[in-house]
């Protein structure tokens, strides 16, 4: 699928098997992950229908705008599948339920096409005194691959490196506008880090109000701790309790983080061999988390004028490929993405591919954005074996790392961005 953000770049996405499903389709996921233009690509024969926030509903048929209240677009719709017509209707969880039954009622007839910017809706939907039960097939649009977000930038960066650096940013569509794929792409950050931040945090706001929730405090300052990287459960607990946000104690803070995955704007990774919590909470989007990363560090919304350095961009940058990657690898692979923090300070093991039952490693990465020099090299060998992984290997987005004795594999820019192609390629298949 093709996805023209601007006039230099086109985003591939593998999401082609929506087409393959059949009957009534539910389409969900967070805000502005191009789940609308997906759609009108897709069934571009549809009549559209997109429910504003003020309650009215446009409706576009044959290039032309009407606008109708939601009675009105209701029997529209109701009328169009009686004729076998298919029909998209968008932001549909701020439809008001009282009109669902007399949707389920046109079932089996036509296709609709139901899209929601919401994750709640989908328990709604399938709640089992909802009228449309079982009426539905869920389809749920995330960001964009990293996978995918390599293959559209792989003929337009002007080097393997810049490819898997933008790769990450790319993976939120909405913030390919604002950005120049020309130019460095640390620079870049450092230059529009006030405008990152501001979208950020405006797209977070969208999400609560979609979810019908309040971004209370509670909420946003869980949100700062994690893109600052506080993790643990049980450390964030603590600064909220000691702040006095939070009455509760660990099972507050938990339901909170739990809450915030379900919203997709956070994500859990299972932790391996990891003392004190089983997993390990993030920001879902990589641009998300550099622009609270930088935030939380520099308090620029704040008021406070800092200039960005690089060294902190690069830091988070890091982080955010060595999470990308791990996603991608385990797809490779055909195992579960983990993560291991050593105790005593003594760093963490980067990518951990567990068996699909998440119980035994099948191989550990040390992997860097810059260069791994060979002593470097031999010490992460080193310890990976040590917490008894089989397989060890090496990564590095700068340049294909030199084999160094018990490391399995080294992987170079070249090397991910052939192993980005086997993963799509793999995909397609699994899709037809």
Same mark, same amino acid.
């Given at each position: 699928m093709e996805n023209k953000m601007d006039k230099n770049i086109v985003v591939k996405r593998n999401e082609e098997s929506i087409k393959n499903l059949k009957g009534w389709i539910l389409v969900y996921g967070r805000r502005k992950t191009g789940k609308t233009f997906l759609l009108r690509k897709i069934f571009d024969y549809a009549h559209y229908f997109v429910i504003s926030r003020s309650g009215y509903v446009i409706v576009e048929e044959k290039?032309?705008?009407?606008?109708?209240n939601v009675e009105e677009a209701v029997r529209k719709i109701r009328s169009l599948l009686e004729g076998n017509e298919t029909v998209i209707l968008d932001e549909f969880q701020r439809l008001p339920e009282k009109f669902w039954e007399a949707l389920a009622l046109q079932h089996p007839n036509g296709k609709l096409v139901a899209s929601g910017s919401s994750l709640g809706i989908v328990k709604r939907v399938?709640?089992?005194?909802? &009228?449309?039960?079982?009426?539905?097939?869920?389809?749920?649009?995330?960001?964009i691959s990293y996978e995918d977000a390599i293959?559209?930038?792989?003929?337009?960066?002007?080097?393997?490196?810049?490819?898997?650096?933008?790769?990450?940013i790319i993976r939120d569509p909405w913030v390919i506008p604002m950005l120049s794929i020309e130019d460095d792409v640390v620079s870049e950050i450092c230059s529009k880090a006030y405008a990152l931040i501001s979208s950020s945090s405006g797209l977070v706001g969208e999400v609560f109000e979609e979810e019908e929730r309040?971004?209370?405090a509670v909420y946003d300052a869980v949100l700062r701790l994690t893109g600052e990287g506080i993790w643990k459960p049980s450390e964030i607990s603590g600064i909220l309790a000691s702040n006095e946000i939070i009455a509760g104690g660990l099972s507050t803070v938990t339901g909170?983080?739990?809450?915030?995955?379900?919203?997709?704007?956070l994500e859990k990774i299972m932790l391996w061999k990891t003392r004190g919590s089983r997993y390990?909470?993030?920001?879902?989007? &990589? !641009?998300?988390?550099?622009?609270?990363?930088?935030?939380q560090k520099l308090n620029l919304t704040e008021g406070i004028h800092?200039?960005?350095?690089?060294?902190? !961009?690069?830091?988070?940058?890091?982080? !955010?490929?060595?999470?990308?990657?791990?996603?991608?690898?385990?797809?490779?692979?055909?195992g579960r993405r983990s993560y291991t923090i050593l105790p005593n300070k003594e760093g963490d093991i980067d990518i951990i591919i567990l068996d699909p039952k998440g119980k035994k490693p099948i191989i550990g990465y040390e992997a860097k954005i810059g260069k791994i020099d060979a002593e470097d090299a031999k010490r992460a060998i080193e310890k990976i074996h040590s917490y008894g992984v089989p397989k060890a290997g090496l990564i590095s987005a700068s340049a294909k790392p030199e084999s160094v004795s018990g490391s399995y594999e080294e992987l170079g820019p070249e090397e991910i961005i052939k192993i980005?192609?086997? !993963?799509?390629?793999k995909k397609i298949k699994s899709n037809k």
């Open positions: 290039k032309e705008i009407n606008f109708m399938f709640d089992r005194r909802s &009228p449309l039960l079982g009426l539905f097939t869920p389809f749920k649009m995330d960001i293959l559209s930038l792989k003929n337009i960066c002007s080097t393997p490196r810049d490819t898997l650096m933008w790769a990450l309040s971004l209370t909170l983080l739990d809450r915030l995955c379900d919203m997709g704007l390990y909470f993030k920001h879902r989007s &990589p !641009v998300v988390s550099i622009a609270y990363y930088i935030d800092k200039k960005v350095e690089a060294n902190l !961009v690069s830091t988070i940058m890091g982080k !955010v490929f060595q999470f990308s990657l791990g996603e991608m690898l385990a797809e490779h692979i055909g980005a192609e086997k !993963v799509n390629s």
